[in-house]
C-alpha cells in the first residue's frame, strides 16, 4: 500500500546457501535504499543508489552485493551469511537523494540464517 | 556527525489521553527532521516531516510535531490517543549541510507506544 513492494517475505537459509531479496516501487521515484532493522538496534543504512548510481555503501560485508538494473528495482544478493546477519531487510524509495525528501518502505523480507 | 535519541523505549497512554513521544537531534548544520511509524510485520510509514518554516507540523492520523531549535528536539504528539495508534515510532534526522552524496538518514532505536483501552 505504500507503493513499495518486497519478495519474499520472509526467507530461511543456511550459511552456504545464494539468494536473493527483490524490491520494487511503483512511484516513479529515482533513489532507492537497502536497510537492515536488527531487534533493540537502530535502522542502519546498507546502500543507496540514486538515478541507478551507487551512491553510498556503508561498510557492509561483501556477503551482501546489492544490484539496480532500473529505477524501479533494487536487488541484494546474499551468499554465504552469518547467523548474525538474520534480520528485517527494508527496502524504501524516494523522489530522488535530496536531503529533505521523506522515504517509503516496503514491508520488509524476514531473513533467518541457520 | 548526526544523531537521534528517543530517550523511552516504551510509552504507555490511556485511550483518549494526549500523548508525547520524545525526540532530541545532534546536528552541525540544519536538521532535517522525519517521523516515521511502523506496524506489526510492517514497514515504516512516513507521518510527517520538519524542512524549514512553521515551528509546528501536521501529519497523517492527527499526529503533529514541534521543532524547538533551543532544546534540539522535535516531538511528536497528539491530542488523543486511539487503540490503533499502539505502534513503534522512530525519529529520524538528516543534516541539510551534509553536502552532495550523503543519502544518511540516522534513525532513533524506536519507541514503544501502547494505548490503554
Known amino acids: 500500500e505504500t507503493g513499495v513492494t518486497q519478495t519474499p517475505r520472509h526467507l530461511v537459509m543456511g550459511m552456504t546457501n545464494k539468494k536473493s531479496l527483490k524490491c520494487e516501487q511503483h512511484l516513479g521515484h529515482n533513489a532507492m535504499y537497502w ?9 542502519e543504512l546498507m546502500f543507496v543508489y540514486n538515478f541507478k548510481e551507487q551512491t553510498e555503501n556503508n561498510s557492509v560485508p ?4 546489492p544490484e539496480c538494473p532500473n529505477s524501479s528495482h533494487l536487488f541484494l544478493h546474499l551468499h554465504t551469511l552469518q547467523p548474525e546477519d538474520s534480520a528485517l531487510y527494508l527496502c524504501a524509495s524516494s523522489q530522488d537523494g535530496a ?16 | ?9 516504551q510509552v504507555n497512554v490511556a485511550e483518549g489521553n494526549p500523548l508525547t513521544v520524545k525526540c532530541t537531534y545532534s546536528v552541525s548544520g540544519n536538521p532535517y527532521l522525519f517521523w516515521y511509524v511502523q506496524y506489526p510485520n510492517r514497514g515504516l510509514q512516513f507521518l510527517l516531516k520538519y524542512i524549514t518554516g512553521d515551528n509546528l ?6 499526529f503533529e510535531a514541534e521543532f524547538n ?32 552524496g550523503s ?12 494505548v490503554i483501552p
Open chain 1, 35 to 43: 536497510y537492515k532493522q536488527s531487534a533493540k538496534k537502530p535502522l
Open chain 1, 62 to 65: 561483501s556477503r551482501f552485493s
Open chain 1, 99 to 114: 536531503s529533505g525528501r521523506e522515504q517509503f518502505f516496503g514491508p520488509g523480507t524476514r531473513l533467518t540464517v541457520l
Open chain 2, 1 to 9: 556527525a548526526q544523531s537521534v535519541a528517543q530517550p523511552e523505549d
Open chain 2, 57 to 62: 507540523v501536521k501529519g497523517s492520523y492527527g
Open chain 2, 69 to 100: 531549535k533551543s532544546q534540539t528536539s522535535f516531538h511528536l504528539k497528539k491530542p488523543s490517543a486511539l487503540v490503533s495508534d499502539s505502534a513503534l515510532y522512530f525519529c529520524a534526522v538528516r543534516d541539510s549541510d551534509s553536502g552532495a
Open chain 2, 103 to 114: 543519502y544518511q538518514l540516522t534513525f532513533g532505536k524506536g519507541t514503544k507506544l501502547s
